[in-house]
């Protein structure tokens, strides 16, 4: 192929600046297809087409009459048609993510799939209701998110910046005046969203700040001019094109200040579409005249001629135009394409192009122009491997690897990996550009666009197959590639009603198997929501996270299942979150008969109750006859301050639960509890302030000492049997914190004690009283006497009864109390010596 031939399409639009035109698809489509009759609107990325009547055009129609909506393949191939029967459509459009919007008159958005199924609508402002939308642009934001703008009847405009997340900002409105607005564009840069409208020859920028007032602005346009007829915005948002009713077409930058040219294009009335081409030139186009006129920056310009209407739809790397038959692409000639299919080009590339023609040829010619471009021989290989991305036809780039493949014969240890993944992606884009697919997507598209969003869309298209093929050939990871494209074509299975629901889960299992990142859940979920409950119990058994298991079955209603594959888990949260979901949904006695199936659930809703429900926990012990764990519940609720009124027949019903268990021992137990407390209350009573109840007999008779009423205490004592010992420590402590010695003395004199005088010592001690405690010392018992005569620092009487017990680890111990070489160290020495002579 000559280079002649190779940029018969080619274009000047300045200096080095070149454009091509050429066909990508034949179009499939109908041939009563007019656009000349209908509105049409594509998705970018190379998205499907959709068209509608256009109602401002008197064609016959057969039917009802009712709008309808057909959506295309970009190869013309139909996707779906259905019926519009809601209010009339103000515009029409797709969002970056193939979602076909509408939007209405009445300032609601409505969203279709591509298949033409109704997804969700919202309103765009309570403002809106007054007043009917008259005017709405669909935009993308610097995110590459869909926004929509509208304009209503009173001229105020009202903008979503993102379509996923709509939050309406009005925007601040035009200086009051009779004229009315004759255009106006969306500019989305960086994180501002402005509109730039006018009002014949007035000019204005308004922000979004309702409050704000918008000040008129000045474009410096050279000819006269009454009226800015149209508008529009580059990719970037940093070009902006404006069209006059003088015919002269303005470029300059979006915020004004300048000026790149100003073309006459001798066609003054407005052109029915404005586009930018890329962020290089913009193309008008004129549904009168069938004519598409295409100005550069610098003011150069190209005008085509078409036999029928065309419609225009922006890309990031140029232009679609979609006609009656065709389907063609515009675009800046890519520059590593011009340097090497330039005429005359001198660039590495294009000497390497000749040398693999010629070597093909079997020409000696062939090394003529290796040895020209021997030196830049790697640059060369990289500008073919770069240039073969941005090529549509199959000829020109097989033409191009083999001049790649051939110029890294020459190289050694030449890297090839940028040689592999460009002949993977280029195989990638030819299926998917293949008229059954018709997705006409660029190297520069795909980039932008990402891998796993293409394989997303073969997934919305049902090419699940092609997808598939894709990711592994892609060599993508499972999660994004296999796994995922499974998971969908999996849910598609499930939803075709007419499949019989045990060939469908055979066909999944067998097809999926336990492949890592597969979620069953996720498909039975799907399969759920088609009205399949069977096939989606079923398919339940293949997958691996007990919780996701679990989780669907409740939904499904199958709760026995569900508590079962809980236990078996072994996870005590998700049994516990099944337990009080059953209790939630179920009737009281079902649930408390499913959950006596299932020993451990069982255990664990009792414990449950013991913390958060006492009253269900005391059901369940009747239920069982369980009169032990009955009587506990009603000790443990006495025991709760906030019940301290219930007290008296919480423990009465605790004791009717003992005997009945034939506890009789326990049941007498609550019996003196209730008497005691019976009796501290009366105390509580006497005495005009809470102090006795809920003390134990030990501290209630203790109280009783402290109080002076002796009397009581030993009526107390008495009846409650508490013994000698304890009721003579109880004593000794209520002595000594009244302080009243002499009733103490009185008291040890009394009779024996049961308890010996070494008490009386430590609370005398205590209570820092010396002397009394030395009253006490000599009725200590011998073996103790030594000990409470340190502790009560009585060091010298110490040792002499240690000396006449001959007791020399005691005189040791004195010892280690008295001060270093003092007398009675000495003595002490003494004593020790003497008692070692005796052995």
């Not at 003395?745 to 430590?762: C, L, N, R, T």
């Amino acid at each position: 192929m000559s280079a002649a031939m190779l940029t018969a399409d080619w274009f000047l639009l300045g200096r080095d600046l070149y454009f091509r035109k050429f066909e990508i698809y034949t179009m499939g489509w109908h041939q009563d297809i007019n656009l000349e009759n209908f509105i049409a609107t594509s998705a970018p990325y190379g998205g499907p087409i959709a068209i509608r009547r256009d109602e401002q055009k008197f064609i016959k129609v057969q039917g009802s009459g009712q709008p309808i909506i057909s959506i295309f393949s970009g190869s013309g191939k139909q996707i779906t048609s259905f019926k519009w029967t809601r209010r009339p459509i103000v515009c029409m459009g797709w969002s970056n993510d193939e979602k076909l919007i509408f939007i209405q008159e009445d300032g609601w958005v409505v969203l279709h799939d591509m298949f033409g199924q109704y997804l969700h609508t919202f309103e765009i402002s309570k403002k809106i209701q007054d007043a009917k939308i008259i005017d709405a642009r669909i935009f993308t934001n610097p995110h590459n998110q869909t926004g929509v703008a509208v304009m209503t009847s009173n001229f105020k405009i009202f903008l979503i910046k993102n379509l996923q997340d709509p939050k309406t900002r009005q925007l601040s409105e035009l200086i009051k005046s009779s004229l009315h607005p004759t255009s106006w564009v969306v500019i989305s840069e960086d994180n501002n969203t402005e509109v730039l409208i006018a009002r014949e020859k007035e000019l204005f920028r308004l922000k979004q700040d309702e409050h704000h007032t918008s000040i008129m602005l000045e474009p410096d346009i050279s000819n006269n001019y009454s009226s800015i007829l149209e508008m529009a915005v580059s990719f970037n948002a940093r070009h902006v094109a404006l069209f006059t009713d003088s015919g002269y077409l303005w470029l300059g930058s979006s915020n004004l200040r300048t000026k790149y040219c100003e073309t006459d294009t001798n066609i003054i009335h407005k052109p029915k579409q404005l586009v930018w081409c890329g962020n290089e030139s913009v193309v008008a186009y004129w549904e009168r005249d069938n004519t598409l006129f295409i100005v550069g920056k610098h003011g150069q310009k190209m005008m085509y001629t078409y036999d029928s209407s065309v419609y225009l739809t922006a890309e990031i790397d140029g232009i679609r135009i979609l006609s009656n038959t065709q389907h063609e692409l515009l675009q800046k000639v890519p520059d590593v394409v011009q340097k090497i299919f330039r005429i005359n080009s001198t660039d590495p590339g294009s000497f390497l192009l000749e040398a693999s023609k010629h070597y093909q040829k079997r020409s000696h010619r062939a090394n003529e122009y290796i040895c020209l471009v021997k030196q830049d021989l790697k640059k060369a290989v990289e500008q073919c491997i770069d240039a073969v991305g941005y090529e549509f036809d199959t000829e020109v780039q097989k033409m191009l690897i083999r001049a790649a493949q051939f110029g890294k014969c020459f190289i050694a240890d030449m890297d090839s990996t940028k040689y592999v993944n460009m002949i993977r992606l280029l195989r990638v884009l030819n299926a998917v550009r293949d008229p059954k697919i018709g997705i006409p997507l660029t190297f520069t598209q795909l980039q932008n666009l990402t891998q796993k969003t293409l394989l997303d869309r073969l997934i919305t298209r049902k090419e699940y197959y092609l997808a598939l093929h894709i990711a592994k050939y892609l060599q993508m990871p499972e999660e994004e590639g296999s796994s995922h494209i499974l998971v969908h074509w999996a849910k598609y299975k499930v939803s075709q009603a007419h499949l019989e629901e045990e060939t469908v889960a055979r066909v999944i299992a067998e097809k999926l198997g336990y492949t890592p990142g597969i979620s069953y859940s996720e498909i039975a979920s799907t399969a759920s929501q088609c009205g399949r409950k069977k096939l989606a119990i079923k398919l339940l058994d293949y997958e691996s996270k007990a919780s996701e298991q679990v989780k669907l079955l409740l939904e499904l209603t199958e709760n026995t299942p569900a508590l079962s594959k809980a236990i078996e888990s072994g996870d005590t949260d998700l049994v516990y979150m099944v337990i009080l979901k059953l209790r939630e949904k179920m009737a009281l006695g079902d649930f408390k008969m499913t959950i006596r199936a299932f020993p451990v659930a069982q255990s664990l809703y009792i414990k449950y109750c013991k913390e958060h429900n006492t009253q269900a926990l005391n059901e369940i012990y009747i239920q069982e006859d369980d009169f032990s764990a009955q009587a506990q519940t009603f000790i443990m609720e006495s025991l709760d301050e906030k019940k301290a009124h219930m007290r008296d027949s919480l423990l009465t019903s605790a004791a009717e639960a003992y005997r009945k268990g034939r506890k009789d021992m326990h049941a007498s137990m609550c019996d003196e509890y209730l008497k005691l407390l019976r009796y501290q209350r009366s105390l509580d009573e006497k005495l005009g302030q809470p102090k006795y109840v809920g003390k134990s007999v030990h501290e209630t008779c203790l109280l009783l000492l402290k109080s002076n009423d002796v009397k009581s205490a030993e009526k107390f004592r008495n009846e409650y049997k508490i013994p000698d010992k304890r009721y003579w420590w109880l004593r000794i402590q209520s002595l000594a914190h009244l302080e009243d010695w002499g009733e103490l003395e009185k008291f040890s004199k009394g009779k024996k004690s049961p308890i010996g005088y070494a008490p009386f010592v430590d609370i005398c001690l205590e209570k820092n009283n010396k002397q009394e405690a030395l009253k006490y010392l000599p009725k200590v018992s011998e073996d103790l006497k030594v000990k409470y005569y340190i502790k009560a620092e009585c060091l010298e009487d110490a040792a002499k009864i240690a000396f006449e017990q001959k007791d020399i680890q005691s005189l040791l111990y004195v010892q280690s109390k008295c001060p270093s070489q003092s007398s009675l160290s000495e003595k002490v020495n003494s004593f020790i010596t003497q008692l070692d002579n005796r052995k």
